[in-house]
């Protein structure tokens, strides 16, 4: 690896260059802003997907945040000491619209990032997820499981997108020597969730608040276990700023597991809704339980969430009166 003196002496002197990929979505414009805050120039990288202009829009007069519009199935050529690669749609009616390019953005994305980092020297991070277990037979999940995926289903162009990317990350980690930290994030939500993205979150916080019923997939027995964004990215950066050796995977999500029916039942009282809940087929291949061991996060990042379920719902819920986003 050939990494420019005049460069790496530059590292770190006015703060660090990170590229967020992905920075313009959910959790990429949290990320975005608080290394701002704690003094990083920030490159975010985006194609505007799922993302959304109006989640950097406070963002764009920074001194230190540019943007580029950009794809990461092509190649990108900037001179940067960190990458956080979040650029994925992550929730499943985005990801299963154009299934291929989903499984290119993991993949060729991937290829593309650590072909920077490889050049550059820079320390690479990749938002996995949770999804890599699949329908999990272990329970809670810890990350030497191996999951139980279905290779050929109409989730696969993620989990498998996302499980060949985590591949590339260790083979260019043992091959060419690369800094890499894999998270496996569990489900997060909070404020700049799109209305229509179609997560539960913002599904229910959106009908509730609009009055009409919540859309419960099957019965509402299935379980997620939820985290506020606050929490996430903190995991993140702890992971980033890691020692070398700790190269993941690490489990970054709340460990509270909760059922989605009880989930819909606290939205409807912390909104304070009339609505009801509506009960629809459950899409294939939708996990029956999920739910993070973090015991590895807790020793090693020192790392575990402190936003309660009802705390990081309500101010959800205020973002989204806030915004008036209602409607779907
Ligand atoms: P999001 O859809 O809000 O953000 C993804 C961002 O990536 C969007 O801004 C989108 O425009 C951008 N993007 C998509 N394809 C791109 C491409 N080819 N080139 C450049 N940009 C592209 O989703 P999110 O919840 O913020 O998720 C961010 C990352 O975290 C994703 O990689 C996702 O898989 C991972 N993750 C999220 C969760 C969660 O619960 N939020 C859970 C597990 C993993
Ligand atoms: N790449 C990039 N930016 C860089 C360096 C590489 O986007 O600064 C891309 C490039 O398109 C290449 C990929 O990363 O195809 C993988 O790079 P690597 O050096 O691993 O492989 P090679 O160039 O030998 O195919
Ligand atoms: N879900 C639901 N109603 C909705 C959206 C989702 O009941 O309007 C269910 C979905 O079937 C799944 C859980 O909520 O069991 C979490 O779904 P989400 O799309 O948020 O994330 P993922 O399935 O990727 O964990």
New binding site residues.
């Given amino acids: 690896m050939t990494v420019n003196p005049l460069i790496a002496a530059r590292r770190y002197e006015q703060g660090r260059r990170v590229l967020v990929t992905g920075g313009a979505g959910f959790l990429g414009s949290h990320l975005c802003e608080r290394l701002l805050t704690r003094g990083d120039e920030v490159l975010c990288v985006d194609n505007f997907y799922t993302g959304a202009r109006q989640n950097i829009e406070h963002l764009l007069a920074h001194p230190r945040f540019e943007m580029i519009r950009h794809d990461v199935c092509m190649p990108l050529y900037v001179e940067v000491d960190e990458i956080y690669n979040l650029a994925c749609p992550a ?2 009616i985005h990801y299963q619209y154009d299934p291929v390019q989903t499984t290119k953005t993991s993949v060729h994305g991937a290829i593309n990032m650590l072909g920077l980092a490889k050049r550059t020297g820079a320390k690479i991070l990749q938002a996995s997820t949770s ?1 890599v277990y699949g329908d999990p037979i272990q329970h809670p999940q810890t990350e030497s499981y191996w999951g139980n995926v279905n290779p050929i289903g109409i989730r696969s162009c993620y989990d498998e997108g996302k499980r060949c990317a985590e591949t590339l990350f260790f083979d260019y980690h043992r091959q060419h020597g690369l800094k890499i930290k894999v998270a496996r994030i569990f ?1 997060t939500y909070g404020p700049r969730m799109h209305p229509k993205d ?4 913002s ?2 916080v959106v009908q509730a608040l609009a009055g009409h019923d919540l ?4 019965d ?1 027995s ?1 379980t ?1 276990s939820f985290c506020f964004v606050s929490d996430l990215v903190d995991g993140l950066i702890r992971l980033m700023d890691s020692e070398d050796a700790l190269v993941g995977p690490v489990n970054l999500g709340n460990p509270t597991e909760c059922t ?1 029916g009880d989930l819909a039942r606290s939205i409807l009282r912390l909104t304070q809704s009339n609505a009801v809940l509506t009960y629809r087929s ?2 294939a291949d ?2 029956i339980r ?1 739910c993070p061991d973090i015991s590895l996060a807790k020793t090693l990042l020192d790392w575990h969430p402190q936003v309660s379920l009802e705390a990081g719902l309500q101010a959800t819920i205020d973002y989204f009166r806030r915004t008036a986003v209602v409607g779907v």
Wanted: proline share 13%.
């Fill in positions: 929730s499943p999804e489900n179609g997560r539960v979150v599904n229910f859309t419960v997939y099957g509402g299935q997620r989605v459950i899409p939708d996990p999920r």
